[in-house]
């Protein structure tokens, strides 16, 4: 059974650019969240998406934005890039029962 | 709002010693909590979980947790400490699957766990 997927797994940009991160919930999970993790802190809850609707939001600008395809994988947009934005983007996927399987994350450096 | 305090960023133990790193959460609908492990450069992985069922909650490589409502904690222990324990340990909190925040956890800030030989 694959777990969650997440890629790229690196990535650089530079300010001001634009970045699109992925991620492939487990097979038959419907939930997928995304969460910021700063080196050093607990992970920020940024996104949920259920049955491809907006469930819930972070406190984060409008410059984060996301989407839940139709086979409930998913898409983190960031833009406009700022040096802040260098992070661990982890995705998760949930199930009925609680709680989530994180994927392995997404290594975001922005320079 | 959820929050969760983790008491000790830092935790160092020998080899076979008690783990015992703490969790203090508020919540003001009973929550779900939850304990990950975060080994260097991976993602988080579920160790264990409370969702109003028993109270003390065994989860996996030997770690357990007990809810206790009245000091709103969810300590997480181990009996013997092992040099694979070393890793980063996060307490989270949420609401109950069906709230429409469900999907949201709110996590500590993390414990870093040194086993030394």
């Known amino acids: 059974d694959a777990g969650v997927t997440q890629s790229p797994t690196h990535l650089i940009k530079t300010r001001g650019q634009h970045v699109t991160l992925r991620c492939s919930p487990i097979?038959?999970?419907?939930?997928v969240s995304w969460y910021q993790q700063v080196l050093g802190q607990g992970p920020q809850f940024i996104f949920q998406y259920y049955e491809k609707e907006e469930r819930g939001r972070g406190n984060f600008p409008d410059r984060f934005s996301a989407r839940q395809f139709p086979n409930y994988s998913s898409e983190l947009n960031v833009n406009a890039l700022l040096l802040g934005d260098s992070a661990l983007y982890l995705c998760a996927s949930s199930g009925s029962s609680g709680g989530y399987t994180f994927g392995s994350g997404t290594r975001l450096t922005v320079v | 709002a959820q929050s969760v305090t983790q008491l000790g960023s830092h935790v160092s133990v020998s080899e076979g010693a008690l783990v015992l790193l703490r969790c203090n959460y508020s919540?003001?609908?009973?929550?779900?909590l939850f304990w990950y492990v975060q080994y260097p450069n991976q993602g988080l992985q579920l160790l264990l979980k409370y969702t109003s069922a028993a109270t003390l909650v065994k989860g996996i490589n030997g770690f357990e947790a007990e809810f206790k409502k009245s000091e709103t904690s969810f300590h997480l222990t181990k009996p013997s400490a092992h040099m694979s324990d070393a890793a980063e340990y996060f307490c989270a909190v949420s609401l109950p699957q069906g709230d429409t925040n469900a999907g949201k956890s709110t996590f500590g800030d993390g414990t870093t766990l040194t086993v030394k030989p």
């Open positions: 097979s038959g999970h419907k939930s």
């Open positions: 919540s003001s609908v009973p929550p779900y």
